[in-house]
């Protein structure tokens, strides 16, 4: 199977810092494969919330992440700053699927790649709820990115 490309930053349509901290580093000096799926999570749902889409305490439609993928192209390690690129991959009815590219602050091409996929469900019970019309225009919004090369 080839190895997929790296995306180039045209390939999202919103960005967000991610701070690496010390203890993203492993025993190799790098960040670990597995703090990549955090940074997902935090760089969506940050959006989420500064776009008043999201309080984590009280919202009666939340996401919860069904599946995740990850392509790694360059180390990062701590202290350098990050970047996450953000862009819809996939937009369903009661799901959506995004691209997600972490990059060293500045760089052209991501050092990581993957997808990131929620459920919209009802907070109550858990059960799948169709996206919220809010939500979903700005998705739709963020969907408007060059598509990346799938992970």
């Not at 996929?117 to 939500?135: A, K, L, M, W």
Request: with cysteine; glycine share 6%.
């Amino acid at each position: 199977m080839p190895r997929q490309p790296r995306p180039a930053r045209a390939a999202y349509a919103v960005f967000r810092p991610i701070q690496t901290r010390w203890m993203d580093n492993d025993v190799y000096g790098h960040v670990n494969n597995v703090v990549y799926y955090s940074y997902f999570d935090t760089a969506v749902n940050g959006w989420y919330v500064d776009a008043g889409l999201l309080d984590v305490a009280t919202s009666p439609v939340v996401g919860l992440v069904v599946e995740t993928s990850c392509a790694y192209f360059e180390s990062v390690a701590f202290p350098d700053a990050l970047e996450a690129g953000i862009a819809v991959a996939r937009l369903g009815s009661s799901s959506v699927t995004y691209s997600v590219g972490i990059f060293k602050a500045g760089a052209p091409e991501a050092a990581a790649a993957g997808r990131f996929t929620h459920v919209f469900v009802s907070r109550e019970n858990s059960r799948p709820v169709p996206i919220p019309e809010d939500t979903r225009a700005a998705l739709e919004r963020l969907a408007r990115a060059a598509p990346p090369p799938p992970p």
